[in-house]
């Protein structure tokens, strides 16, 4: 993939691994556009990084999302590349209290949010010479934490839906990549983490971004970055290993 030139959108782009993509990626030349549910925090990212666009927007919100396309259609017929990057993670209790009242938010705005913006993109970036679609997954797709389970589940039916996504584009011009992070020391779970997870290579966002885009560079269809290479490698048998610490 070539990193320079051009027109980017990054959902939750306004903070953690989002916002060290959009600084990388605008220091490269792109034009870079982030997009979030929080102003406040979509402004300390301008703040931040002068040169990004941002837009509010829920885009597990029907009508906030589509108002987004159509912006994206009126003011940058040129966007070329979507990483669908915001999630949500919560750790359920299903022995106590398993927090039902936030599970549809968290299964729509990790899973189907990013569906239903690629379908609504999909015109766009099959109008420029190269598309990409990059969906960012994670390590516990291929092996899960069982203290969070509906996001560990969500995370896997992206790998399986970018999977598929990926053989069907196959002979157009738009290309779909799996970015797979480790544990990167952001506010990603209310700040909190799964209990057999901090100290397992924790890195910072930006030590994560600066790795992803090499391994985009590189043409990588699936990045896989610290411990999700071995989570990715050996799936499920590392479940008890992660599940069972003293």
């Known amino acids: 993939m070539k990193l320079t030139d051009n027109t980017i959108l990054i959902t939750g782009g306004a903070s ?27 402004d300390k990212a301008k ?4 040169e990004i666009v941002t837009r509010i927007c829920d885009v597990a919100d029907r009508d906030s999302r589509q108002a987004m396309v ?9 966007l070329n590349v979507v990483i669908n990057n915001a999630g949500i993670q919560a750790q359920r209790d299903f022995t106590a ?9 968290e299964v729509a705005i990790n899973l189907t949010a990013p569906i239903h913006l690629i379908i609504e993109l999909m015109p766009t970036l099959r109008q420029q010479e190269q598309g990409f679609i990059i969906n960012v997954s994670s390590g516990l797709a291929f092996s899960p934490m069982a203290d969070v389970p509906v996001y560990c589940a969500t995370k896997a039916a992206l790998h399986s839906f ?3 996504l990926r053989h069907q584009l196959k002979s157009t011009g738009v290309r779909v990549v799996e970015v797979a992070p480790p544990i990167v020391d952001t506010r990603l779970g209310g700040n ?11 890195v910072t966002p930006e030590a994560f971004a600066i790795e992803a885009l090499a391994q985009l ?12 290479a071995k989570t990715r490698e050996l799936g499920e048998a590392m479940f008890e290993r992660m599940n069972n610490r003293g």
């Open 16 to 42: 953690g691994i989002g916002l060290a993509l959009a600084r990388l990626l605008s220091e490269k030349g792109n034009h870079v556009i982030v997009c979030g549910r929080s102003q406040d925090t979509l």
């Open 47 to 50: 703040a931040e990084v002068p």
């Open 70 to 78: 159509e912006w994206l259609k009126a003011e940058y017929p040129k």
């Open 97 to 105: 209290d398993p927090h039902a009242d936030t599970l549809d938010q």
């Open 162 to 164: 970018t999977l598929s």
């Open 192 to 202: 909190t983490r799964s209990g057999g997870t901090a100290a397992q290579m924790m």
């Open 217 to 228: 560079e590189a043409d990588k269809d699936e990045v896989l970055i610290g411990i999700s």
